[in-house]
């Protein structure tokens, strides 16, 4: 049978941090201290599934079974040339406590624009939304691999907040990334463009950064693993965000969780094929 899930208590390690300056800083390239982190090369991909529903066109979408796909390429326009489809490849099998997920596909080439996101493809839980104060946590599970890592992406959880319960679920007040991969050397959105803290929660150690996007209007904190790619993550999510209250006066209680997204953001590369066999989430 499958372990119950660990909850760890978060051990803090602070950096020096100068107090953020409103900057609508987007994408900073990587330095010299900070390059990508590039496992031995991936073996042979897994057969490939059987695609049930494909989405081709930009925004694509679809859903089954709580969850929701979205062929989201919204940055296309910065590519030379490229495109991308994504697949529903299913539902999971059940886990031990009774969740069932889903399992999806998406291939990608992009060219010109290297440091321009071309394109973030999701699959989200679909919840009643809620301040983040009253949500008990956050249980996921991911496995996923990319069929190469000559790429330029990242694999992300994304979640938008906001005081406003009927926020459109495409920005918020705040957006707080966990990063299970950076390849190639994107970077995330950074005001200092180096970490403000070293973290461990849920059993890995990760770099904080901070900036602004949407033109300063939006506080984002990224979580990225110091020790290379995550393929298999299972961990309680809502553990993040009580780092983020407690160490970074994040205000829980007048913020909804709009989103709950896991997916990929795709700068320039391929041909690549990311296969997410197993991703399961819940807001409890």
Same mark, same amino acid.
Do not use: C
């Given at each position: 049978?499958?372990?119950?899930?660990?909850?760890?208590?978060?051990?803090?390690?602070?950096?020096?941090?100068?107090?953020?300056?409103?900057?609508?800083?987007?994408?900073?390239?990587?330095?010299?201290?900070?390059?990508?982190?590039?496992?031995?090369?991936?073996?042979?991909?897994?057969?490939?599934?059987?695609?049930?529903?494909?989405?081709?066109?930009?925004?694509?979408?679809?859903?089954?079974?709580?969850?929701?796909?979205?062929?989201?390429?919204?940055?296309?326009?910065?590519?030379?040339?490229?495109?991308?489809?994504?697949?529903?490849?299913?539902?999971?099998?059940?886990?031990?406590?009774? *969740?069932?997920?889903? #399992?999806?596909? +998406?291939?990608? /080439? @992009? !060219?010109?624009?290297?440091?321009? $996101?071309?394109?973030? =493809?999701?699959?989200?839980?679909?919840?009643?939304?809620?301040?983040? *104060?009253?949500?008990? #946590?956050?249980? +996921?599970?991911? /496995? @996923? !691999?990319?069929?190469?890592?000559? $790429?330029?992406?990242? =694999?992300?959880?994304?979640?938008?907040?906001?005081?406003?319960?009927?926020?459109?679920?495409?920005?918020?007040?705040?957006?707080?990334?966990?990063?299970?991969?950076?390849?190639?050397?994107?970077?995330?959105?950074?005001?200092?463009?180096?970490?403000?803290?070293?973290?461990?929660?849920?059993?890995?150690?990760?770099?904080?950064?901070?900036?602004?996007?949407?033109?300063?209007?939006?506080?984002?904190?990224?979580?990225?693993?110091?020790?290379?790619?995550?393929?298999?993550?299972?961990?309680?999510?809502?553990?993040?965000?009580?780092?983020?209250?407690?160490?970074?006066?994040?205000?829980?209680?007048?913020?909804?969780?709009?989103?709950?997204?896991?997916?990929?953001?795709?700068?320039?590369?391929?041909?690549?094929?990311?296969?997410?066999?197993?991703?399961?989430?819940?807001?409890?």
């Amino acid at each position: 049978p499958r372990q119950q899930l660990l909850v760890s208590t978060p051990v803090i390690v602070h950096l020096p941090l100068t107090p953020p300056a409103l900057s609508p800083l987007i994408l900073t390239p990587p330095t010299q201290e900070h390059t990508s982190h590039h496992p031995h090369p991936p073996p042979d991909m897994p057969d490939t599934p059987t695609h049930i529903v494909t989405l081709e066109k930009k925004w694509g979408y679809h859903a089954a079974n709580g969850y929701e796909l979205n062929n989201n390429t919204w940055g296309s326009a910065a590519a030379t040339s490229g495109s991308q489809r994504t697949h529903y490849d299913g539902p999971t099998a059940p886990s031990p406590t009774g *969740s069932v997920g889903i #399992a999806w596909s +998406t291939d990608w /080439e @992009w !060219r010109g624009g290297e440091n321009s $996101v071309k394109s973030y =493809v999701y699959g989200a839980r679909q919840f009643r939304r809620r301040l983040v *104060s009253e949500v008990a #946590a956050l249980p +996921t599970e991911v /496995e @996923w !691999r990319y069929s190469t890592w000559d $790429v330029r992406a990242n =694999v992300a959880f994304d979640i938008f907040t906001d005081p406003d319960v009927e926020h459109a679920n495409s920005s918020g007040e705040y957006e707080v990334m966990i990063w299970l991969a950076r390849l190639g050397g994107v970077w995330p959105i950074s005001e200092f463009k180096t970490p403000i803290a070293q973290v461990e929660i849920e059993g890995h150690r990760w770099e904080v950064h901070f900036g602004y996007n949407h033109g300063g209007k939006m506080k984002v904190f990224s979580f990225l693993p110091v020790g290379g790619p995550i393929q298999s993550f299972r961990a309680d999510v809502k553990r993040f965000f009580d780092y983020l209250v407690a160490e970074h006066r994040f205000p829980a209680h007048n913020q909804y969780m709009l989103v709950f997204q896991l997916g990929t953001e795709a700068f320039t590369g391929g041909p690549a094929k990311f296969v997410v066999s197993k991703f399961i989430a819940d807001v409890q």
